[in-house]
């Protein structure tokens, strides 16, 4: 059966490499066909066509049709995967109320476009940022889709990780496995390496070296975007594309036996994360749900990093509360 996906934000710089992947069937399988719904702002429509008619010659065997919309409602109606790209950026002078505010006139109608017309089985992921809270907003204009539909993407960051402790070690990231990410994806995320495991060992005890994990490892996964943007002299793009169609394919088609991933998901209140925050933890998925990973051991060195971390969401929650967005 055909899966229709709307991605907002079209014609930027992380749809252009999204959306010949999805096209392509790495979203969700060589099997699966797929029709595209692309949701851009009025000034962006033209040029959401102009990536549309680089798709159509693409000739794509999944591909069984593209629409360019700028009304949220046609863009959901029916929808089964909804990748919500298209954000405010945080501009000079701008406080962050303001970008919260400007946010939550984005997302509180697609919220509300999705609750009134998208498919039963819908499953979203926020990219756009700042993307922990702009689910939160959306979520919360969708009072009938249940709330573990409502994701944020923190894939990127947990990859970013993986490939920095690959070149650490000197192992390919296929032997790394149950890395996590915690909390917000911002420079307050918290990559916790205690858990992982290397070719079968411990990563932290494979690393043996807890100021490389503290002085380099942590900051480096926080800032890449900046170093990023410095080096390329534009954001990231590609990798975050990337990072968005591997939480999709993850979450529909499952983590590998014997590992986890991170996905930013409404809090249950595991791990002392208040209820309904949504927040980054390690998460199994299997038949199409998620799972939170229970009952791990976190230390102290961990704790306070969570825990700086999901106050900063906490405070971004009551931002938008104030603001009426919520
Ligand atoms: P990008 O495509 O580069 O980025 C889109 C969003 O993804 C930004 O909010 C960006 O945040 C975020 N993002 C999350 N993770 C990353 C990451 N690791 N690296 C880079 N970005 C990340 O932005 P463009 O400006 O090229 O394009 C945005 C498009 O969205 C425009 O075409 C605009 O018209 C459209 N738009 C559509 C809306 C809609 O459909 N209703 C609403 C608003 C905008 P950050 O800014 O922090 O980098």
Same mark, same amino acid.
């Given at each position: 059966?055909?899966?229709?996906?709307?991605?907002?934000?079209?014609? !930027?710089?992380?749809?252009?490499?999204?959306?010949?992947?999805?096209?392509? !069937?790495?979203?969700?399988?060589?099997?699966?066909?797929?029709?595209?719904?692309?949701?851009?702002?009025?000034?962006?429509?033209k040029a959401a066509e102009g990536t549309?008619?680089?798709?159509?010659?693409?000739?794509?065997?999944?591909?069984?049709?593209?629409?360019?919309?700028?009304?949220?409602?046609?863009?959901?109606?029916?929808?089964?995967?909804?990748? %919500?790209?298209?954000?405010?950026?945080?501009?000079?002078?701008?406080?962050?109320?303001?970008? %919260?505010?400007?946010?939550?006139?984005?997302?509180?109608?697609?919220?509300?476009?999705?609750?009134?017309?998208?498919?039963?089985?819908?499953?979203?992921?926020?990219?756009?940022?700042?993307?922990?809270?702009?689910?939160?907003?959306?979520?919360?204009?969708?009072?009938?889709?249940?709330?573990?539909?409502?994701?944020?993407?923190?894939?990127?960051? +947990?990859?970013?990780?993986?490939?920095?402790?690959?070149?650490?070690?000197?192992?390919?990231?296929?032997?790394?496995?149950?890395?996590?990410?915690?909390?917000? +994806?911002?420079?307050?995320q918290y990559p916790d390496v205690f858990?992982?495991?290397?070719?079968?060992?411990?990563?932290?005890?494979?690393?043996?070296?807890?100021?490389? %994990?503290?002085?380099?490892?942590?900051?480096?996964?926080?800032?890449?975007?900046?170093?990023?943007?410095?080096?390329?002299?534009?954001?990231?793009?590609?990798?975050?594309?990337?990072?968005?169609?591997? +939480?999709?394919?993850?979450?529909?088609? !499952?983590?590998?036996?014997?590992?986890?991933?991170?996905?930013?998901?409404?809090?249950?209140?595991?791990?002392?994360?208040p209820e309904g925050l949504v927040s980054?933890?390690?998460?199994?998925?299997?038949?199409?749900?998620?799972?939170?990973?229970?009952?791990?051991?976190?230390?102290?060195?961990?704790?306070?990093?969570?825990?700086?971390?999901?106050?900063?969401?906490?405070?971004?929650?009551?931002?938008?509360?104030?603001?009426? %967005?919520?």
């Amino acid at each position: 059966m055909t899966v229709n996906v709307t991605v907002t934000g079209a014609a !930027g710089q992380i749809g252009y490499a999204l959306l010949f992947r999805i096209a392509s !069937g790495q979203l969700l399988g060589p099997d699966v066909p797929v029709r595209l719904r692309l949701l851009e702002i009025p000034a962006a429509v033209k040029a959401a066509e102009g990536t549309a008619m680089e798709l159509d010659d693409s000739a794509f065997p999944l591909l069984e049709g593209i629409d360019v919309t700028d009304d949220a409602k046609r863009a959901f109606d029916g929808t089964n995967v909804a990748l %919500l790209v298209g954000a405010r950026p945080r501009t000079k002078g701008m406080e962050r109320g303001d970008l %919260l505010e400007a946010n939550g006139g984005i997302f509180k109608p697609q919220g509300e476009a999705i609750n009134a017309g998208a498919a039963s089985d819908i499953r979203v992921l926020v990219v756009g940022n700042p993307a922990n809270t702009n689910a939160l907003i959306a979520r919360s204009h969708a009072p009938d889709v249940p709330s573990d539909r409502f994701t944020a993407m923190t894939r990127l960051d +947990h990859n970013r990780a993986m490939a920095q402790l690959s070149k650490r070690l000197d192992v390919p990231v296929s032997q790394i496995k149950k890395l996590t990410i915690w909390g917000n +994806h911002s420079a307050t995320q918290y990559p916790d390496v205690f858990h992982a495991e290397v070719g079968g060992q411990n990563a932290a005890q494979a690393l043996n070296d807890a100021e490389w %994990l503290r002085d380099t490892f942590i900051p480096t996964v926080a800032k890449r975007g900046a170093a990023i943007i410095e080096a390329r002299g534009a954001s990231s793009a590609a990798s975050a594309a990337s990072a968005a169609i591997d +939480h999709v394919n993850t979450w529909v088609n !499952g983590t590998p036996e014997g590992d986890w991933t991170s996905m930013a998901v409404v809090s249950d209140g595991s791990y002392g994360v208040p209820e309904g925050l949504v927040s980054s933890f390690p998460v199994v998925c299997k038949d199409g749900a998620w799972e939170i990973v229970q009952d791990l051991e976190i230390n102290q060195f961990s704790r306070d990093r969570i825990d700086a971390s999901v106050g900063e969401l906490a405070e971004e929650r009551d931002a938008v509360r104030n603001l009426g %967005l919520i």
